[in-house]
Nanobody, 125 residues
């Protein structure tokens, strides 16, 4: 069982930056692949970024590639999402999630067993 708690969301102007954190409970955090997803009002939840258990493999949605960076600190049971050059269309609730697929991390939300409660990111234009 893994419990996830996100933090770091807020209101930022377009072009600004935010850093989201997701802290996990449990001693097996390093065995999970981790992902960040987001859901804008009236839209389905979509994949944003993922990272393997070691941090050696990462993958990004085209919409965030080059602007967002996912990383993790297994010693602190935390995964991060650094978001730069934010745009109004990045406005969404951001969720972190854990999957048992630790190396070949899936992009499908259905393959993630554990989810945080979400943190709101609002980008004003």
């Amino acid at each position: 069982q893994v419990q996830l708690v996100e933090s770091g969301g807020g209101l930022v102007q377009a072009g600004g930056s935010l850093r989201l954190s997701c802290t996990a409970s449990g001693r097996t955090f390093s065995s999970y692949g981790m992902g960040w997803f987001r859901q804008a009002p009236g839209k389905e939840r979509e994949f944003a970024a993922l990272i393997s258990w070691s941090g050696g493999n990462t993958y990004y949605a085209d919409s965030v590639k080059g602007r967002f960076t996912i990383s993790r600190d297994n010693a602190k049971n935390t995964v991060f999402l650094q978001m730069n050059s934010l745009k109004a269309e990045d406005t969404a609730v951001y969720y972190c999630a854990a999957t048992i697929y630790s190396d070949r991390i899936p992009r499908s939300a259905g393959l993630y067993a554990y989810w945080g409660q979400g943190t709101q990111v609002t980008v004003s234009s």
